[in-house]
């Protein structure tokens, strides 16, 4: 892992792994990363089933890195944002990674359902691609480069 200050900022090569079932919203969120300057260190999942194989390292992904963070929409195909959410954070190998809610949803059930289920962040997708460019920029300064993941922690 490369570390760089700049700033009284520590940058990361900090792992992404945006799981959403919109090929128009991936895009979106891929282009504000690349605004942020983050072109690597990105993967995908289309729906939840996909993005519990990745996050436990099974079939095709039996060779990735385990992300830093988790970006994750609510509304997929066979599993939700939710469901997905509950096995990591129950999931002694996962719990730790920081999971992100991204979705359209501003509803407070589906707010206070992925908090009780132990959501890092609730965020609601921005319609505007400045505003979302902003927010991935955001997120990558968070949660990419001051916030310090527990594998990281543990290991100092």
């Known amino acids: 892992m490369r570390f760089k200050t700049n700033d009284n900022m520590t940058e990361r090569n900090s792992?992404?792994?945006?799981?959403?079932?919109?090929?128009?919203?991936?895009?979106?969120?891929?282009?504000?990363?690349?605004?942020?300057?983050?072109?690597?260190?990105?993967?995908?999942?289309?729906?939840?089933?996909?993005?519990?194989?990745?996050?436990?390292?099974?079939?095709?992904?039996?060779?990735?890195?385990?992300?830093?963070?988790?970006?994750?929409?609510?509304?997929?195909?066979?599993?939700?944002?939710?469901?997905?959410?509950?096995?990591?954070?129950?999931?002694?190998?996962?719990?730790?990674?920081?999971?992100?809610i991204l979705s359209t949803s501003a509803a407070s059930r589906d707010r206070k359902e992925a908090y009780e289920k132990r959501a890092n962040s609730y965020l609601i997708k921005p319609y505007e691609l400045k505003t979302l460019c902003d927010m991935m920029g955001d997120i990558v300064k968070y949660w990419g480069n001051w916030n310090l993941p527990a594998h990281l922690a543990e290991a100092s």
């Not at 605004?35 to 079939?59: T, W, Y």
């Not at 066979?78 to 719990?95: A, C, H, I, P, Y």
């Open 15 to 100: 792992r992404y792994l945006i799981v959403d079932d919109s090929e128009s919203h991936l895009e979106l969120i891929k282009f504000g990363f690349k605004k942020a300057g983050v072109v690597d260190n990105l993967n995908f999942a289309s729906d939840g089933e996909e993005a519990l194989r990745f996050l436990r390292a099974e079939g095709e992904y039996a060779d990735r890195e385990l992300p830093d963070v988790v970006l994750l929409d609510l509304n997929m195909p066979k599993l939700s944002g939710l469901e997905v959410l509950d096995q990591v954070k129950n999931d002694e190998d996962l719990k730790h990674i920081p999971v992100l």
